[in-house]
């Protein structure tokens, strides 16, 4: 399967090259410059609701259904000049654009980007947990003879992340060959180190930042190669040198070219429905990748009236009197009441029921209040 397979994809402007470096093989695409097409809508605009700069995950998350979650990331060598405060904004932009373009395509999946509640913020990408990270060597340290050294990034960009996470990575740093603008690891299951993709800010064939543009549309054609496309065994996966790719045509985001003035909302995901999404086959689909949030998510609201506490609301410690969260349409929760001493749990209202542990189907909106009291004083023994 597809899934376990490590390898690199670059997609290119200019001439296709293959190359075959040792331990990897580096799937090539081309942007095929003067071959334009009309622009596509203009991404909403978001406003980046953080201020600073920080390499670790922000905590408490948004997205509590699942440990799994994809953090975006914007690196620089230790001499690089520091965007990143210019560049929030139009990064959160596109990541929007994204979340937006792959609701069109399934409305009932998107991917979970890592978000972080920062105070006043009214928008969901807003709250896009966005982190900086000044890399301990100099840019020279990053490129190799085929452009970028991707081993030497993750490396270095290891201690940032863990293997429940996808990294997305903005890269503003110098590249050998200018016309390469991405490329990723394809490790369908596993996060950390491998689970990178990387979007070169410095490269010449897309400058669109925060236009859900061509860089959004390279942006996601990395993440659905982390995701684990384009299996080999998709009917319509391209022979070699473009393998990792579909060829069935030319509007899939996994095809191995695309055209100067193509935009997200001009791509499509998996064409037919029959290669690397959503398919019937017997190999690895993407639409089942644990880095997809389930959707619509329903909000679980979960309190405690009088002496005692409910557990189990994802993402929440034992909580009192309310907590809630938003969550996976499909996902499983079970709540427990916790009575504190010197009282008793009487009962649940709402979705729950009886005095034992609930299970609650978040397949829409629940509330559940579990009833404390205080414990009955024994009575006296007749002499």
Known sequence: MEATHVARMQLRCGAVRALRPLAFALFVAAAVLGLARPAGATATPVTWCGTDEVSTNRVPNLQVSSAHQIRVVYAIPSDGVDNFAADASPIATDIGAMDAWWRGQDPTRTPRFDLYPFPGCTTTFGDLDLGFVR??????????????????????????TSQDVKTLVYYDGPTVDPDICGTSF????????????FLFLQADCFTDLGQGGGLARVALHELIHNFGAVPIAAPNSCPPPDNGHVCDSTTDIMY??????????????????????????????VRNSPWLAHLPQFPLSASAQGPGKVAGVPGVAACGPTCSATLDSDLAVRLVARPAAGSVFLGWRGVCTGTGACRVAMNGPKSAVARFGPKPKPKPKKR
């Open 135 to 160: 890399l301990p060597h100099p840019a020279v340290s990053y490129i190799d003879s085929s452009g970028v050294n991707l081993e030497a990034l993750a490396v270095d960009l290891g201690s940032t």
């Open 186 to 197: 394809t490790n369908g299951l596993s996060g950390g180190e491998i689970g990178m993709s």
């Open 256 to 285: 191995p070219y695309t055209y100067d003035g193509d935009t997200l909302d001009t791509a499509v995901l998996d064409v037919n429905r029959d290669d690397y999404y959503g398919h019937n086959g017997a190999w690895w689909d």
